[in-house]
């Protein structure tokens, strides 16, 4: 059984950084496609970053620049360094994976959905 666990969230002030870990369990990273997802109360989910395989990221246009999502494999872990935060990237945030292969929109796309293992998530608060 596969399960992965988020720490790393915190409240912050607009401008800071934050970097969020998501510890793996029951599988090998390097096999699966990874990302974060992140939820605002009243809002839909939106994946933000996505690293296949070959450890190519994908991040999504409200973060791209700011986010930089990597993975420690020997530690099966997934990381998403946070710089520049805005009040509007608060947010529950969540690790996914899921075994099959597809593009990095697609991965961005389908993971708060469709992504076949999901973390419980860490809050992420920024305050201007």
């Known amino acids: 059984q596969v399960q992965l666990v988020e720490s790393g969230g915190a409240s912050v002030q607009a401008g800071g950084s934050l970097r969020l870990s998501c510890a793996a369990y029951?599988?090998?990273?390097?096999?699966?496609?990874m990302g974060w997802f992140r939820q605002a109360p009243g809002k839909e989910r939106e994946g933000v970053a996505a690293?296949?395989?070959?450890?190519?990221?994908t991040y999504a246009d409200s973060v791209k620049g700011r986010f930089s999502i990597s993975q420690d494999n020997a530690k099966n872990t997934l990381y998403l360094q946070m710089n520049s935060l805005k009040p509007e990237d608060t947010a529950m945030y969540y690790c996914?994976?899921?075994?099959?292969?597809?593009?990095?929109?697609?991965?961005?796309?389908?993971?708060?959905?469709?992504?076949?293992?999901r973390g419980q998530g860490t809050q992420v608060t920024v305050s201007s």
């Open positions: 029951g599988y090998t990273y390097s096999t699966y496609y």
């Open positions: 690293i296949d395989s070959d450890h190519t990221a």
């Open positions: 996914a994976a899921d075994p099959r292969w597809m593009t990095g929109r697609e991965a961005l796309a389908v993971m708060g959905t469709d992504f076949r293992y």
